[in-house]
Structure formats: C-alpha cells, structure tokens
C-alpha cells in the first residue's frame, strides 16, 4: 500500500525537545515541505533565532546560520546578498522577533530583502520561562505580569502581520495557524505563496503563524490549543493582509 | 484498506490528532512511553478512510498514512 503521508526530505529524522502539543513541530514540518515541494532543500540557508525555535540546525537538514537575538533578518540579509541564488528564511519567535528584533524586522521588510520570515507568535517568551511579549494578550498572566497584561501601562498586542504590510519593501504577508486541519491546510497554502516569491525573486514575504505554548500558558495541549483559535484567533485575524503580485 | 502507524516513541500524547480524526478512530493509551507520555493508539483500523488528518495535526510527525 503506497504510503500517502510522511516525514518531509528537509526534515531530519529526530526527536524534538517541543514540549507536548507545541506548534512548533507542526510549523517546522510545513517550512520543510514547502522547501521540498520547491526543490531548494539544497540551496536553502535557514537563519534561526533565539528562543525555542533555536535548534533549527538540529531539525532541518538544510544549512543554518543561527543568529544573535532579534538579528535574523540582517542576517539573512547579508546572507542573501552574498549568495543571491540561495534561498534564505528567518524562522523567529515574538519575544525574538517583535521586542528585541523589532528595528531589524521593520527595515529588512522596508528594504524588500528578497528573503522569507517565518514569525511564530505565541505571545510569550517560551524559552525563558513565559515572560510577557509585545504579543501577550490584553489581561494574560505572564511570569511578568502577573495580574495581567495592562493595555494602559502596556500597550495593545502588536500585529505583525497587518504592521509590515504597510511597509512599501514588503510583498507578501498573511497570518495563518495550526491549531485544525482547516487552518492548517490554509497555512500549507500560504506559506507556499510565500516562498514562492523568493522562488521567483519577487521580494520580501513574512508569515506570521499562531502557536500554542501550552507550558508557558499553563494549559493542557489540546486546552492552548483550543485558545488559539478562539481568543487569539479573534485578535490576531488570519488571513492575506498583502499579496501585491496576487501568486 | 487504509491504515495508519503511529511511532510511540515519538509520540508525546499531545491528543491533537484525537480531535483531528473526523471518526474518532484514535485515543491516547494508558501506557507510558519511552519519554514518559501516554502515546496516541489507534483504536479502530477498520473504518479508516486515509484522509491523513491526524498526520497533518501532529507537530511530532509521529504518523505515517498508507492509502
Ligand atoms: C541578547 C539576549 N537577550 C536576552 C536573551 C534571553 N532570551 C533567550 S530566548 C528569549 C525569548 C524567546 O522568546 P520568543 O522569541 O518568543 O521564542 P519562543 O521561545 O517563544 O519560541 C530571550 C529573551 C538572549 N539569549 N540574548
Ligand atoms: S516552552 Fe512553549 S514554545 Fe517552548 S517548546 Fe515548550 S511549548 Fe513550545
Ligand atoms: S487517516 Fe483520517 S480517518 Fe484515518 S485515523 Fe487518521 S484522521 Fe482518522
Ligand atoms: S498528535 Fe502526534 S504527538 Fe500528539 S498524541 Fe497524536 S501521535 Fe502523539
């Protein structure tokens, strides 16, 4: 009986420290078979970043730059321009990504590097112990905001996604998750469009991926992943928020 | 007839695939496995339709599907 289903070629054979129901695994697996269905597994430079998603090396079997905090893009950056036929993506956590790396993100996108970000929001700092993110929802407990996060000393919740769509440089963002199967064949689909812009050299694409951090939220699996889509669904709306050469 | 294999020792009993499958063709076992979770296990192979659901959902890719 042919087998219909199984582990994509850019993904190594190995066990991931993820916790329990941690979208990371389901996110990675997706990069891996878009890289596979483009064939660029073996000019493919993956920049990781700092937080859970750090192994990137261990997990992909493609080659990796690992970069320090919030740099990924100019890294990327520098990567690309020296070897303008690879493909290069960030994979770059919230905390990594929307605090730390926020002047990195907005001028690489600014800038239109012809490379791919992969942003997993999973509004917290996973890796250092669930400490509050520009993405922490309005009232959720953090390790620093225990009472919840307050819209009035804190701000609101960035959205990435709609933030860098504005942006002249960028050609392609959307949001997506994973949390069911329709919202996962939908993020399939749009991670794809994203790589297929660097594919056709078409410009700076960004995805943003909702994940569940059931250990830092202090829910069961199936618990945070029901959050996802319910309250973070409503705040952080999937969709296309810019696709200027409609691929 | 279609059918599933799910690698125990990858599995970490996360249950998303329980709620994936469109039959309810899986549960988690009261077995502890080699990294300490109660694995997903099939509990009914003769109704599977192959639809690869529960692969899909797997963050551990811890399910292969023959169809
Ligand atoms: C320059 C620097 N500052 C702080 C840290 C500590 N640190 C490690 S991971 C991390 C945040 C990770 O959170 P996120 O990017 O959201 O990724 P996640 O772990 O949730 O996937 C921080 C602040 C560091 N490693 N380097
Ligand atoms: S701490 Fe959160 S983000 Fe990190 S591996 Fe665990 S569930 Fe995933
Ligand atoms: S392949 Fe489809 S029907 Fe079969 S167990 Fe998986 S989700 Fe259920
Ligand atoms: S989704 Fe994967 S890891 Fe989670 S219980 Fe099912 S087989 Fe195990």
Redesign the interface.
Known sequence: ???????PTS?KDV??H?????????IH?LVAEAMDEFGVQGRAIGIASVGCSVFLYSYFDIDVVEAPHGRAPAVATGVKRARPGSFVFTYQGDGDLAAIGTSEIIHAANRGEDITVIFVNNTTYGMTGGQMAPTTMVGQRTSTSPYGRMKEKDGAPLRMAELLAQLEGVSFSARVA?N??RN??DAKKQIKTAFRYQVEGKGFSFIEALSAC?TNWGMK??QA?ERVGTELCDYFRLGVYKNIMEL | MPRILIEETRCKGCGLCTIACPRNLIILSERINNQGYTPAQFANDEKCSGCALCAEMCPDVAIEVYR
């Open positions: 009986m042919p087998q219909i289903f199984k582990r993904l066990q991931t993820f916790c329990s129901g941690c979208h990371h695994g389901t697996r994973v069911s199967p996962l064949m059931p699996p199936l992943n």
